[in-house]
């Protein structure tokens, strides 16, 4: 698109575009579009970083939208605490019900975090969260993997955010409400970069 305007730059460029821009553009959309749903679903998967296991905790909402990620070295108790908490502060709601899989880490960080909320634990369930990490999964192998845990919670916290909000659930729409959708989103996304280009 840029060459087709004359605009000629290197990948470097466009690295740096993402690094300045990209989580100032990702904390946007969250602001300016409808609270997410009450239902939340919760994964993890190891990322092997530098020879090291590490896990990418993630959480969608029932319509598929991401609503954070954190990537951890551990998959105990005490790193779903921290992801709850991460959650609940950046969200600022508490959800109805949350979804995971059978990981005991889950239910004892959630009598602790959330002893209110609903919690299911059944792997066939939480396939929304699960399917949520295939595009993370794509990217990591076009980057021949994560340098570190930090390039990777940097990347990613941006990448996940950005990447739900333009993947709309195409079989859920006809081709006019499809496309009503997305230049809604689009007319959204517009105010978000302006916000964040008038900020730097």
């Not at 730059?9 to 990702?26: D, N, P």
């Not at 004892?108 to 999964?137: F, L, T």
Request: proline content about 3%.
């Amino acid at each position: 698109m840029l060459a087709m305007r004359g605009v000629a730059l290197s990948y470097e460029t466009v690295r740096e575009w993402c690094l300045k821009f990209g989580q100032t553009y990702a904390n946007g959309l969250p602001h300016k579009s409808p609270r997410p749903g009450d239902t939340w679903h919760l994964d993890e998967v190891f990322l092997k970083i530098n020879g090291r296991l590490h896990y990418l905790w993630r959480a969608v909402d029932q319509d598929g939208d991401v609503l954070d990620i954190l990537v951890q070295s551990h998959r105990n108790k005490k790193a779903a605490k921290k992801f709850f908490r991460k959650l609940l502060k950046r969200l600022r709601y508490v959800p109805r019900m949350m979804i995971t899989d059978k990981l005991r880490s889950y239910s004892a960080a959630k009598a602790e975090v959330m002893p209110s909320v609903e919690h299911c634990q059944h792997k066939d369930q939480n396939n929304r969260a699960e399917n949520s990490h295939q595009p993370a999964r794509l990217r990591e192998l076009v980057m021949r993997r994560f340098k570190s845990a930090g390039h990777a919670q940097r990347f990613l916290s941006a990448f996940g955010i950005i990447t739900s909000y333009f993947r709309v659930g195409r079989h859920l729409y006809r081709a006019s409400g499809y496309r009503e959708v997305m230049k809604a989103r689009l007319v959204l996304w517009q105010e978000v970069i302006c916000v964040g280009a008038a900020a730097h």
